[in-house]
């Protein structure tokens, strides 16, 4: 669970900020070319599976109110606007540190409870980090040629570098999807591999942007590449694509992370992005998490939701939980 | 535990669905049920108990039906027919609607009863039972409202008696009753003991939706209740349950005339080829075997998994097990629910204890007391184990491993078994491959366990005849239009004349493509019918039998050849026929004494032209099932097929039988015309001749009667059909109840073969199994 610490931002801070137990970091592995072509997806049994599993799982009453605040603490609180400014910014870091109104967090006795983290474009990390501080909370970076990665390569390697001096604690990268397009597995991987070298002791999720990928199988494979080269988390979307986070991307991929641990015995996270906004999604993810990966990865160290909204709705709920009468969007504070 | 405790452990907790309405509608209902018919409930007899397998508690009292009450049911159901019939396609088209409508707005009172009465979980019962059932309703109603357009040929049976099984009560009942009422028919129906109350509900939606009196009856009780039906002047039986039970019914309707249709037991195949998607194959397994317990014929239950991948596929399977939950069936986070009864769990339990071979694994996952049973894995078996032969019909799956895919067909076809059968393999090629070579009436490509109602469902084999679903699943409740009239005996004629050749010549036996001699050593003498001897004719045995059945299964690959080479044999076969014409008509008017053998020659000729047009023609369908993808209804040939061919026209009668079994891609073990059996004989030449491949045709002379029984309880024969004018409808039917082979016989009935009657779908029909193919598909 996560608190605010009463230390200042500091490494020790960010160390505060990842659950109990330290996992060991995925250092990657060599390129296996016969691992990856061996990789198959189903689309339409995976897609069954998706369909399926809603109603499989059910939380109710206060497992639910339990599970939604879990969802709270796994988000990435985004925004990533051209019209970003520092005051918009230290609006959502306010609310970051306070995703939800402190007499509910009181009822519910879980005080104190914050998000993941915090997702800026590179420009407003330095504001982040500011309006961040003492809170634990790291800030997260989007990177290189961010969304569609394709700026010059020097300066998307250089990118990471700047955010991380400049305190990022997390760089969500793109991948060039030409590389998974064309099956250049080597290219995508030395991509990765370089980007991971780059990002030092921060934390980087690679964003495979699955709707531009064309098929799961591919989804399954590029997961697989990325996580080789040392991906911490691995991440859907960038929010841009015509199509985000879905389930069926979800399962495929979280099935490559498991597939990954069993091969190397490292965990790595997962992070769906965009399309995410409603309560009950979100605890169909987090059942989705819970049943193929077990319940480890229910924790932020390997778990994010990048989202904007998904953190309105469930305010609403909670105060639903709370008092039993359905909520209004406005009594809760903007963020 | 405290929200902050849940935050740390993320339990799922409890997620009960109510099942306050579903008592409450017990209460209203006084919680003792009589039968419904008539229209009405009848006071309650004597009851038993119905319980709650989850907790043992009484539900309801049901009453055990008496002989009368059947009576009743039954005489109901009789008046009430021919005015249902009569209401047309529209009219009940109408009332069929209505049916899909009130059980839509009654969805999930349908669904807690369901998992309340059979311990189902409650999200299959509300996302799969209780939707696929009012699916049928909706597809039926428009059923009955094509049906005289479409099958103008085709009228109702009567009344049908139904008799369906506890473990999907209320999708049993809807894939019964839609069909049969949409074609005209009134039922009778039972519910399996255990499980009475979503048919008393259908009962009281039936009388919410305008259904006449009469049409629909439910009487409730054990299987004493369901023999009182299957001897009752019915038309038809219609049974989903044991092959046990199965076999029994087979024995006791013959001969009755009633139309029958069995669909029985399984142990189908669930084959995963190393290039799989290994973990949507693993997902497959929970909705194959783990779908209501186990409790589902068509259970994927025999794993059958490509060596190389065996290891890792198991390791993933038995962390998949551990994830499943099991317990309270209205828990709306349960997976595997109660087993239906105290006695099926301990039948389960001493399956699994009495085996002593192999591995068994129990998911390590919490498991309630009382009638609960552990999904369970035993790996490592040898397909010689009982339990890789042997129904569990359990949360049990066995398993064992194949090298190659001619090994998986050949370890997936070794079972007295053929329901259904699922393939895994990313390759098209591969997929589409196996497919057809499985014997199963429904095969799922990367898949398992699709229903729809747009799609025929049933098996091969020990597992029954008949299609519920579909265009096909109509044939099973109608029947030509017209009434035929009785075959009287046709007597062979006798004399001591001499011979009308001098050359004697003796018809042998045609078995493999040689003439043989019978083993026996006997024939007799053909007399025409002034006395004259025209020849003589082998006296086939057991053994002649033996033999060209043996024959006949060597020549399999006839049903791999294209229809077009088939088409092209036939008309190669009439050429020949029409050649030698004369010789064939001069021997036809000897045999008969009539002068008609010119024109049977002629239509015997026609008939073949006509199989061979159909031979590429009868097509199968592409299914309109609501996934993306495809469910091919493919037609195959049925296998080996005996037929007693018409005494009363020797060659045309003989070709009738032997071309469509033909052209389908079967072999025939045809027993010629008892009286005059010299055309088929004759015949010999002209198959010779005519580039029919050794086996595909075999032709045995002798006595009918005598040769019946042989045949009709031959193992290794799948069906038998019978036109002889000895009545032997009854024999058949009987002994064909050993290895449950489809049995087409006239019940003493004749047919005019020179008539429309003589030939077209209803023999394609006969001479093929339709094969339910489904391949969802999508990158």
Avoid at chain 2, 77 to 98: D, E, F, S
Avoid at chain 2, 323 to 339: S, Y
Avoid at chain 2, 535 to 560: F, I, Q, T
Avoid at chain 2, 718 to 728: I, K, M, Y
């Amino acid at each position: 669970m996560q608190t605010a610490p009463d230390s200042t931002a500091s490494p020790t801070a960010a160390a505060a900020h990842l659950p109990q137990v330290h996992l060991p970091r995925n250092e990657g592995m060599p390129l296996d070319l016969d691992w990856v072509a061996g990789v198959q997806a189903n689309t339409s049994a995976i897609e069954r599976r998706a369909a399926t599993l809603p109603g499989r799982r059910s939380v109710k009453k206060d497992y639910q109110a339990a599970w939604l605040l879990k969802a709270i603490s796994c988000i990435d609180l985004t925004t990533l606007s051209g019209d970003d400014t520092p005051g918009r910014v230290r609006r959502l870091c306010a609310k970051a540190r306070q995703p939800v109104a402190p007499d509910l967090l009181d009822r519910l006795g879980m005080p104190g409870l914050t998000v993941g983290a915090v997702c800026v474009y590179h420009e407003m990390v330095p504001t982040a980090v500011q309006a961040l501080e003492g809170s634990g909370i790291p800030v997260a970076a989007v990177s290189t040629g961010f969304p569609a990665g394709l700026s010059p390569w020097p300066l998307r390697l250089a990118e990471i570098g700047e955010s991380v001096a400049a305190g990022a604690r997390e760089i969500d990268i793109v991948i060039s999807r030409r590389h998974v397009l064309t099956r250049n597995w080597q290219a995508l991987y030395d991509e990765m591999r370089q980007m991971r070298a780059a990002v030092g002791d921060a934390h980087i999720k690679a964003i495979l942007a699955t709707g531009e990928l064309g098929s799961l199988r591919d989804v399954a494979r590029a997961s697989l590449v990325c996580m080789m080269a040392g991906a911490d988390f691995i991440k859907t979307s960038t929010g841009k694509e015509a199509v985000n986070a879905t389930l069926p991307v979800t399962l495929t991929m979280i099935r490559a992370i498991r597939d990954y641990h069993e091969r190397t015995g490292i965990r790595v996270g997962y992070k769906p992005a965009g399309g995410i906004s409603k309560a009950k999604d979100a605890l169909v993810y987090l059942a989705m998490i819970k049943d193929e990966l077990g319940d480890r990865w229910l924790q932020p160290d390997l778990f994010r939701f990048g989202a904007s909204s998904l953190l309105g709705d469930i305010e609403r709920q909670l105060e639903h939980h709370v008092t039993g009468a359905y909520s209004a969007s406005w009594r809760h504070a903007m963020g | 535990m405290t929200v902050k405790e849940i935050f740390t452990s993320m339990d799922y907790g409890p997620a009960p669905e109510s099942a306050a309405e579903a008592l409450a509608w017990l209460v209203d209902m006084g919680d003792r049920f009589g039968h419904f018919i008539d229209g009405a409930f009848t006071p309650p007899g004597e009851t038993f108990d119905s319980r709650n397998p989850a907790t043992g508690e009484v539900l309801a009292q049901v009453t055990q039906a008496t002989q009368a009450d059947v009576d009743a049911a039954v005489a109901a159901a009789r008046r009430a027919q021919p005015k249902w019939q009569a209401l047309g396609g529209h009219g009940r088209a109408r009332i069929l609607y209505a049916i899909a409508r009130l059980m839509q707005k009654q969805s999930r009172l349908f669904a807690v009863l369901e998992s309340l009465d059979n311990g189902k979980p409650i999200r299959e019962s509300r996302d799969i039972d209780v939707p696929l059932a009012q699916r049928h309703f909706y597809y039926h109603a428009g059923m009955a409202q094509l049906m005289e357009v479409e099958l103008p040929d085709r009228q109702a049976l009567g009344v049908c008696g139904q008799i369906v099984p506890w473990n999907f009560p209320l999708l049993m009942l809807a894939w019964k009753i839609a069909p049969a009422l949409a074609m005209g028919n009134t039922v009778v129906l039972k519910p399996a003991e255990y499980t009475s109350l979503t048919a008393l509900l259908f009962a009281d939606i039936c009388r919410q939706s305008g259904v006449p009196k009469g049409v629909v009856n439910i009487v409730t009780g054990d299987g004493r209740v369901g023999e009182m039906i299957v001897n009752a002047p019915v038309d038809k039986i219609a049974f989903t349950g044991s092959t046990a039970v199965g076999r029994r019914i087979r024995e006791a309707t013959a001969g009755s005339g009633k139309a029958l249709t069995l669909e029985l037991g399984g142990k189908s195949p669930y084959i995963v080829f190393d290039d799989a998607d290994i973990d949507s194959a693993v997902e497959g397994l929970v909705d194959a075997i783990w779908f209501n317990q186990g409790q589902v014929c068509c259970a994927g239950s025999r794993l059958l998994v490509q060596e190389g991948i065996a290891e890792r596929f198991h390791a993933k399977l038995r962390a998949r097990m551990d994830g499943l939950r099991i317990g309270d069936p209205l828990d709306k986070c349960i997976d595997v629910g109660a087993i239906v009864d105290p006695k099926q769990l301990a039948r389960i339990t001493a399956l699994v204890d009495g085996n002593k071979e192999g591995e068994v694994y129990r998911a390590a996952t919490p498991v309630p007391q009382g009638c609960f049973y552990p999904p369970t894995l035993i790996t490592g078996l040898s397909t010689a184990s009982p339990l890789m032969q042997e129904e569990i019909f359990g949360p049990v799956l066995v398993s064992t491993t194949f090298r190659t895919p001619a090994e998986a067909v050949e370890i997936a076809n070794n079972t007295r078994y053929g329901l259904a059968a699922s393939v895994w393999s990313e390759n098209i090629n591969l997929a589409l491959d196996i497919a057809p070579k499985l014997a199963a009436g429904v095969v799922w490509v990367n898949g398992t366990n699709m229903f729809d109602a747009a799609a025929g469902f049933g098996g091969v084999r020990e597992s029954g005849f008949g299609r519920e679903g579909g265009w096909e699943g109509l044939t099973a409740y109608t029947r030509p239009r017209g009434a035929a009239k009785a075959l009287k005996p046709v007597a062979p004629f006798e004399g001591n004349g001499a011979p009308a050749d001098p050359l004697d010549r003796t018809a042998k036996l045609y078995i493999g493509g040689k003439q043989a001699r019978p083993d026996g050593g006997y024939s007799r003498p053909v007399h025409g019918p002034r006395g004259a001897l025209l020849g003589h004719v082998s006296l086939a045995n057991r053994k002649d039998v033996r033999n060209a059945v043996e024959a006949a299964n060597a020549a399999r690959g006839w049903g791999r050849t294209t229809g077009h080479l088939r088409g092209q044999i036939l008309y190669y076969m009439a050429e020949n026929l029409s050649a030698r014409a004369p010789e064939f008509a001069a021997r036809l008017d000897a045999m008969t004494g009539n002068r008609k053998g010119k024109a049977e020659v002629e239509a015997s000729i026609r008939r073949l032209f006509t199989y061979a047009a159909w031979a590429d023609k009868y097509d199968g369908a592409v299914h309109n099932v609501p996934i993306r993808g495809v469910a091919l209804a493919m037609h195959e040939p049925v296998g080996t097929v005996a037929a007693l061919c018409p005494d009363e026209a020797p060659l045309l009668g003989f070709v009738s039988v032997m071309a469509p079994l033909m052209a389908m891609g079967n072999r025939a073990v045809l027993v010629a015309s008892e009286p005059f059996p010299l055309a088929a004989t004759d015949l010999i030449q002209v198959l010779e001749t005519s580039d029919v491949p050794a086996g595909v045709v075999n032709i045995l002379t002798g006595s009918h009667a005598e040769l019946a029984p042989t045949l009709a309880r031959h193992l290794d024969i799948d069906a038998v059909w019978s036109f002889s004018s000895t009545d032997l409808s009854g024999t058949i039917e009987k002994a064909a109840a050993g290895n449950l082979k489809r049995a087409w016989v006239n019940h003493a009935r004749a047919r005019d073969w020179s008539g429309p009657a003589g030939e077209g779908r209803p023999f394609l029909e006969a001479a093929t199994e339709v094969k339910n193919i489904w391949i969802p598909y999508g990158e």
